[in-house]
């Protein structure tokens, strides 16, 4: 393999209620938010926890190495997250992987007929370049690959 998968760079969840996932995430779990993003070419707003703030693990809950959640709001019924929100009545969305050379990753599953919701790799929230995976290829499973572009 040309490339290599560094972790789960986070999990994406789809809450029916947006505001209350959040304050269940900050309040009750004590998850530090480390920021909001919109992506407008897929007509979502995300909000991204994690488990510790700054060096420190927080008390209450820690995932080890894999630490961060995604919240998902649809900014439009009719877009990705909208349907899916329709369709399934929320849940996980999808599984982030980071990737060490997003490109190399692509080349290398494409070569094994593995298909993709993106052609090409595109700009995602928290300054990370993203290419989605389609379910056909994964037996149902929608997986992000993830490059950050931060070091």
Known sequence: MSFKIKGIHHLGLVPKDVK???AFFSKCLNLHHIGSSQVKEQEVNTSIYE???GEKAAESLNFGSFNRLELLESLTPDGPVGRYLTKKG???HHLALEVDDLEAAIASLRSQEIEFVDETPRLGAHETRVAFIHPRSTGGLLIELVENLKP
């Open 20 to 22: 209350k996932a959040e």
């Open 51 to 53: 488990s510790h703030q």
């Open 90 to 92: 929320g849940g996980i």
